[in-house]
């Protein structure tokens, strides 16, 4: 996964296949990379804007390119 | 969709395609490199690997290797490791003629390569008289040995006006080995350029090829095909051609072009070892004309949103123009045949 423009490409190896994630400035690639817990890489957020980066990794979860693992 | 990204350019390839040998121990009669001995200059194990590096800093995804035949390269397994180790995809086109169980086992260890075996026929004879003597039963051996590795694996064939009648054989093929089935576009590149005339695909091979690919899902064929894919297929991938937007060739001896096919001075991009890569990614000349490349003669055709006149490479070959539309497209192809001629997602919040 990386950064691009419009917000994060990522590349899946089992297709291979692409998204294109349109996330702007709601998740940036380090925040992914560093594999933070959601609410700790959101805290900073606007509660509008936490909700719609909360959505968006919800969806990227669904469809597999992220994994939800616990912390501990 | 995604179209409107990948034209407003990508920070870096998504995958590179990586020539990293000119040396061949076969003369297909259709290789788009000519490969056969070695470039006088390729990149020396030290320089390989720092292109790794930089391919890793820039965020790129996938490397392709080809050649020639990419194990003939005394380090290639080095160069694949390094690849590996920073998290780089990697697939193999190879002939198949170096691959031993040893050598299988080691790459199949690093669970991230994707093997491509080249069969041009579903019959002895058709490859061999392509290929040359005893590649159809090196090729089938080395197949083999990858079927029972978890090596996702496939065969590679190239259409051409010999083996178009052979491609549903070739097919069942595949599925009876366990592998999967890429076709490739023969395009008039290194010595096609010579072979062309006999082995292109007719008009009528190509709609018969695009019918049927139509009820093959399971059949790959990269971005070949896409100016002539079917209705049936056109959500499996991208509908441009990704040459200096998704991807890019890096030759032998580190220089740098749009694609594969088009490895001539005058699309020279740069070098890796006159400029760093990222560098010639976003600011060559080269790249910057193609990603601007508009085929104004194809753009009122009704199919032009699905294939954006096609593959700028055949019609470079065939016309000195990239401009001109693909000579071989769905419509043509029509045209032709009827004598009137004259996987990808985008999510958002």
């Given at each position: 996964m990386r950064q691009e423009a419009f917000g994060l490409l990522f590349y899946d190896m089992r297709g291979p296949r692409l998204l294109f994630a349109r996330t702007g400035d709601l998740l940036d690639a380090g925040v992914i990379a560093r594999g933070l817990p959601v609410e700790q890489a959101l805290r900073a957020r606007d509660p509008a804007s936490r909700a719609a980066a909360g959505g968006l990794i919800r969806r990227l979860v669904d469809k597999g390119f992220l994994r939800e693992q616990p912390v501990c | 969709m995604s179209n409107r990204f990948v034209e407003a350019g990508l920070t870096a390839p998504v995958n590179v395609t990586w020539e990293v040998t000119l040396a061949c121990n076969l003369r297909c009669r259709h290789c788009l490199s000519a490969a056969g001995g070695p470039a006088p200059r390729e990149l020396t194990?030290?320089?390989?690997?720092?292109?790794?590096?930089?391919?890793?800093?820039?965020?790129?995804?996938?490397?392709?290797?080809?050649?020639g035949e990419p194990f003939l390269r005394p380090d290639?397994?080095?160069?694949?490791?390094?690849c590996h180790g920073r998290g780089i995809v990697t697939c193999i086109s190879t002939n198949g003629t170096l691959l031993d169980?040893?050598?299988?086992?080691?790459?199949?260890?690093?669970?991230?390569?994707?093997?491509?075996?080249?069969?041009?026929?579903?019959?002895?004879?058709?490859?061999?008289?392509?290929?040359?003597?005893?590649?159809?039963?090196?090729?089938?051996?080395?197949?083999?040995?990858?079927?029972?590795?978890?090596?996702?694996?496939?065969?590679?064939?190239?259409?051409?006006?010999?083996?178009?009648?052979?491609?549903?054989?070739?097919?069942?093929?595949?599925?009876?080995?366990?592998?999967?089935?890429?076709?490739?576009?023969?395009?008039?590149?290194?010595?096609?350029?010579?072979?062309?005339?006999?082995?292109?695909?007719?008009?009528?091979?190509?709609?018969?090829?695009?019918?049927?690919?139509?009820?093959?899902?399971?059949?790959?064929t990269g971005d070949s095909f896409f100016s002539l894919t079917p209705q049936e297929r056109m959500g499996l991938g991208l509908n441009l051609c990704g040459a200096a937007k998704l991807t890019c060739c890096i030759g032998p001896e580190g220089d740098v072009y749009p694609c594969a096919f088009l490895q001539m001075p005058e699309f020279r991009a740069g070098s890796v070892r006159e400029e760093p890569f990222a560098g010639i990614w976003a600011g060559s000349g080269v790249f910057r004309a193609l990603r601007g490349l508009r085929?104004?003669?194809?753009?009122?055709?009704?199919?032009?949103?699905?294939?954006?006149?096609?593959?700028?490479?055949?019609?470079?070959?065939?016309?000195?123009?990239?401009?001109?539309g693909d000579p071989e497209c769905l419509e043509r192809c029509v045209a032709a045949v009827t004598g009137a001629d004259g996987a990808l997602e985008e999510l958002g919040p």
């Amino acid at each position: 996964m990386r950064q691009e423009a419009f917000g994060l490409l990522f590349y899946d190896m089992r297709g291979p296949r692409l998204l294109f994630a349109r996330t702007g400035d709601l998740l940036d690639a380090g925040v992914i990379a560093r594999g933070l817990p959601v609410e700790q890489a959101l805290r900073a957020r606007d509660p509008a804007s936490r909700a719609a980066a909360g959505g968006l990794i919800r969806r990227l979860v669904d469809k597999g390119f992220l994994r939800e693992q616990p912390v501990c | 969709m995604s179209n409107r990204f990948v034209e407003a350019g990508l920070t870096a390839p998504v995958n590179v395609t990586w020539e990293v040998t000119l040396a061949c121990n076969l003369r297909c009669r259709h290789c788009l490199s000519a490969a056969g001995g070695p470039a006088p200059r390729e990149l020396t194990t030290r320089e390989a690997l720092g292109l790794v590096d930089e391919l890793h800093r820039m965020g790129v995804f996938q490397v392709n290797f080809g050649g020639g035949e990419p194990f003939l390269r005394p380090d290639f397994e080095e160069v694949l490791a390094a690849c590996h180790g920073r998290g780089i995809v990697t697939c193999i086109s190879t002939n198949g003629t170096l691959l031993d169980p040893a050598r299988v086992d080691r790459l199949a260890r690093s669970g991230m390569v994707a093997v491509q075996v080249s069969l041009d026929g579903a019959r002895r004879e058709t490859c061999d008289a392509i290929r040359g003597e005893g590649t159809y039963d090196r090729a089938l051996e080395a197949l083999g040995l990858l079927a029972q590795s978890p090596i996702p694996t496939s065969i590679n064939a190239v259409l051409t006006s010999a083996n178009a009648g052979e491609i549903p054989e070739l097919h069942d093929l595949a599925t009876s080995l366990g592998v999967s089935l890429r076709v490739s576009r023969f395009r008039p590149a290194g010595r096609g350029a010579a072979a062309w005339d006999e082995l292109r695909p007719h008009a009528s091979q190509l709609l018969e090829f695009s019918a049927w690919l139509a009820a093959r899902g399971d059949v790959r064929t990269g971005d070949s095909f896409f100016s002539l894919t079917p209705q049936e297929r056109m959500g499996l991938g991208l509908n441009l051609c990704g040459a200096a937007k998704l991807t890019c060739c890096i030759g032998p001896e580190g220089d740098v072009y749009p694609c594969a096919f088009l490895q001539m001075p005058e699309f020279r991009a740069g070098s890796v070892r006159e400029e760093p890569f990222a560098g010639i990614w976003a600011g060559s000349g080269v790249f910057r004309a193609l990603r601007g490349l508009r085929i104004r003669s194809c753009e009122s055709c009704h199919r032009f949103d699905r294939c954006h006149g096609g593959c700028p490479a055949v019609a470079y070959h065939m016309g000195r123009d990239l401009g001109r539309g693909d000579p071989e497209c769905l419509e043509r192809c029509v045209a032709a045949v009827t004598g009137a001629d004259g996987a990808l997602e985008e999510l958002g919040p």
